[in-house]
């Protein structure tokens, strides 16, 4: 009878140790610290030529615009543009073609409201910053 008694006591004692390593999982998963995907959240907007607005916005540990503008590809953001001595120089956003030669029209880059003045190789990105990328016709 003791052997059958004790063969008892080691199975519940399994179970419950069991038992006790899936609720430590199970509070762990719920209540460990969730990593963030950047320590900044930048926001673009896309003003097309018919004017219409597209928003986009991340969290990122970006230094540049342009590491912003390709994690924004996930999000469908597309762009491309030509390498320069001057970094990227964008000539499409979304499909849409800015080709100076052509038609005069260009992309021209805004930060918080204010005229970006570097490249997007170059233009540092802050935590809170709004760009905008404005397709504009030269006067």
Same mark, same amino acid.
């Given at each position: 009878?003791?052997? /059958?008694?004790?063969?008892?006591?080691?199975?519940?004692?399994?179970?419950?140790? $069991?038992?006790?390593? $899936?609720?430590?999982?199970?509070? @762990?998963?719920? %209540?460990?610290?969730?990593? /963030?995907?950047?320590?900044?959240?930048?926001? =673009? +907007? =896309? $003003?097309?030529? /018919? #004017?219409?607005? +597209?928003? @986009?916005?991340?969290? +990122?540990? !970006?230094?540049?615009?342009?590491? =912003?503008?390709?994690?924004?590809?996930?999000?469908?953001? +597309? %762009?491309?543009?030509?390498?320069?001595?001057?970094?990227?120089? &964008?000539?499409?956003? *979304?499909?849409?073609? !800015?080709?100076?030669?052509?038609?005069?029209?260009?992309?021209? %880059?805004?930060? *918080? #409201?204010?005229?970006?003045?570097?490249?997007?190789?170059?233009?540092?990105? /802050?935590? #809170?910053?709004? %760009?905008? &990328?404005? @397709?504009?016709?030269?006067?």
């Amino acid at each position: 009878m003791k052997t /059958q008694s004790n063969n008892s006591h080691k199975k519940l004692a399994v179970l419950l140790l $069991v038992l006790a390593v $899936v609720v430590l999982g199970a509070v @762990y998963l719920l %209540f460990s610290a969730r990593s /963030q995907s950047g320590s900044k959240e930048v926001s =673009v +907007t =896309v $003003v097309d030529d /018919q #004017g219409e607005e +597209t928003s @986009y916005s991340c969290r +990122t540990d !970006a230094q540049y615009l342009e590491e =912003v503008l390709t994690e924004l590809e996930e999000e469908g953001l +597309t %762009f491309s543009g030509t390498e320069s001595s001057y970094g990227l120089m &964008i000539d499409t956003v *979304n499909g849409l073609r !800015a080709d100076y030669n052509e038609d005069g029209a260009y992309w021209y %880059f805004y930060v *918080n #409201g204010e005229d970006c003045m570097y490249g997007v190789s170059s233009q540092p990105v /802050q935590d #809170g910053d709004a %760009f905008e &990328i404005v @397709y504009t016709l030269a006067e």
